[in-house]
């Protein structure tokens, strides 16, 4: 039946190319006193240069910079009878999934990231006027009614005050903490009930509870209060987790998309804060379930928002659904879970689902408007697509996750261990660690290569770790112009360890090969024409009959722009515009 596996065959969905054969086949040595591998750089001392993500992200400080605070304020002020100037921001924010501390979560990450201090300022004063708003026995909602998803505001909530204590040390943020979880120990509901068959996932009382245990064990990290941890454990996931793990029947198909994505981030945080390596196996073949069954080319999954049964559903869904992927929440929970698994376990691979999403998800996404209309979804459909914004759904859960998600480009470029640095994404940027920097310049991937330069005060040694994307085959490194003897294989780092000088200059060179990418096996000539880590899709609404099979063979030199006979041009998903036609998936015959 869709949506059913039996155990065997989820198995071998899970196993292979790369994922661990067995269920629970995880070293020993992950579940050590210390669980990561790589560090993030945490926002700070990394500078991106400009470019087209630099541009992104000033644009988006720059609207959550100018909304009013009175705007931001007005409904909590409203409940607690408070005088409350401001204009009303309608859409989700003045409905049952306010995304208030997403929006400070989102500000404290930019400000830590470029030392932002008027957007700290902005968040601090934010944080003040809020805390005024709370009931004496912590009650923080917008509304004094039946709040219908009080475990989602308040796991959105608790992210914007640990991100606020994390980033500024700022203590009210903790004390505000409290306050908060005290009301919510009480009083949110614990039955855990997930939606029934044919139930919207917001009807399923206290929605996405199961998303809760990541920012409580970082609270708990950050405090060392046990109240969090103990208050993590009770939000744990098992039903859904244990199908990674051998714990629980493998019925994946049909769960709400994104927040079962983003609950895995929960299984990483859970594994960190005990080492159990049961929920190390858990995220590892979840993301290589995701690979194999539910990730389309641009790394975009959920189409309908749901996750699909391993029947070819994935792919009947190009039929119809516009709704093919949620982009800036999808985004940020790729980019989550990517980045826990390239510190709990080192590897490079975990890298590519990032890159991906960065050049055809989120990177790709049509800017938030300062009236708070979303770009919600990616339109993958065969025949035409759009990029537009949901008229309905303007302030968001993807309002929310739009600036963390953008802010993440600060924690993804790079990543470091005691003894190097490791470069993942390939962006215009420069990095500072351990008393040295390193400057990288690049025009990719409309350009395949990346320039790099050490930039430090005297010789030092340091290993300096490279990923290759799993894509590409052929990748070289030149040092000062001399081509390296060491290993470029697809998925992994390329290592140097060496005494640098100053001006020492790498070049990474990263062949590009275009390449039709199936949907799903049971559409094999369902595909996407993809090159390197980006999908090309066909500019206008209709393809010359033999465009297909002479496609890709014109490169114009500095950008990504194929022509077939000067007829049909084929441009990067992340080019397209507001309302302008383009086809990315085709039925080749």
Not at 9 to 27: I, M, Q, R, S
Not at 562 to 583: C, I, L, M, N, T
């Amino acid at each position: 039946m869709p949506g059913k596996l039996n155990r065997r065959d989820f198995v071998k969905l899970t196993a292979g190319a790369g994922c661990f054969a067995g269920f629970l086949n995880v070293p020993g040595s992950y579940a050590s006193d210390s669980v990561r591998k790589l560090e993030t750089f945490d926002y700070s001392g990394v500078k991106l240069l400009d470019g087209r993500f630099e541009s992104q992200f000033q644009y988006a400080r720059n609207l959550f910079f100018n909304i009013p605070n009175d705007n931001l304020l007005l409904d909590f002020r409203q409940r607690a009878g408070l005088p409350a100037p401001g204009i009303p921001m309608g859409g989700w924010y003045h409905g049952e999934c306010n995304p208030f501390g997403q929006y400070l979560s989102g500000m404290a990450r930019m400000a830590k990231a470029t030392n932002d201090s008027a957007l700290l300022d902005k968040a601090f004063t934010l944080l003040e006027e809020w805390i005024k708003a709370i009931e004496p026995d912590g009650f923080f909602y917008p509304y004094a009614r039946k709040v219908y998803t009080p475990h989602y505001i308040y796991e959105k909530t608790v992210c914007g005050l640990v991100d606020v204590y994390a980033y500024s040390g700022n203590k009210n943020a903790v004390s505000c903490l409290e306050r908060i979880t005290a009301w919510a120990e009480k009083n949110l509901d614990r039955t855990r009930r997930l939606p029934r068959p044919g139930e919207k996932e917001f009807s399923a009382g206290g929605q996405e509870w199961y998303t809760l245990p990541e920012n409580l064990y970082r609270a708990y990290q950050l405090t060392g209060d046990e109240r969090y941890k103990n208050f993590g454990d009770v939000w744990r996931y098992e039903e859904y987790w244990g199908m990674f793990n051998g714990a629980a029947e493998a019925k994946p198909g049909y769960r709400h998309a994104y927040s079962h994505l983003n609950t895995l981030s929960s299984a990483a945080m859970t594994y960190a804060v005990t080492s159990d390596p049961k929920y190390l196996a858990t995220i590892v073949n979840a993301h290589c379930w995701f690979q194999r069954t539910q990730v389309y080319a641009t790394g975009g999954f959920g189409p309908g928002e749901q996750l699909m049964p391993f029947d070819g559903s994935l792919g009947d869904a190009l039929d119809t659904n516009a709704a093919t992927f949620e982009t800036t929440c999808g985004s940020w929970a790729i980019f989550k879970l990517s980045r826990y698994l390239m510190g709990f376990t080192g590897e490079a691979k975990y890298g590519d689902w990032i890159e991906k999403i960065l050049y055809n998800g989120i990177g790709a996404a049509l800017p938030l408007q300062p009236d708070g209309r979303t770009f919600y979804y990616s339109d993958y459909r065969v025949g035409a697509g759009l990029k537009i914004y949901r008229e309905d759904q303007w302030w968001s859960c993807c309002s929310g996750t739009y600036p963390q998600a953008i802010a993440d480009y600060y924690n993804l470029i790079y990543f470091h261990d005691n003894e190097g640095l490791y470069v993942n994404l390939f962006v215009p940027s420069e990095v500072s660690w351990n008393g040295i920097e390193v400057k990288q310049e690049t025009n990719y991937p409309e350009s395949p290569t990346s320039n790099l330069t050490i930039q430090t005060a005297k010789a030092t040694e340091f290993s300096l770790h490279i990923r290759i994307p799993g894509w590409c085959k052929g990748a070289s490194i030149r040092v000062n112009r001399d081509r390296q003897n060491v290993a470029c294989d697809p998925g992994t780092w390329a290592s140097l360890k060496r005494r640098w000088n100053p001006g020492d200059n790498i070049i990474l060179d990263l062949p590009m090969q275009p390449s039709y990418v199936p949907v799903d096996p049971q559409h094999p000539h369902r595909v996407a024409l993809v090159y390197g880590p980006t999908v090309l899709v066909k500019r206008g609404k209709e393809l010359s009959p033999d465009a297909l099979s002479a496609v890709a063979k014109q490169n114009e030199p500095g950008r990504l722009l194929w022509k077939h006979a000067g007829e049909d041009e084929f441009v990067p998903f992340y080019s397209v515009g507001f309302r302008e036609p383009y086809q990315m998936y085709f039925d080749l015959l």
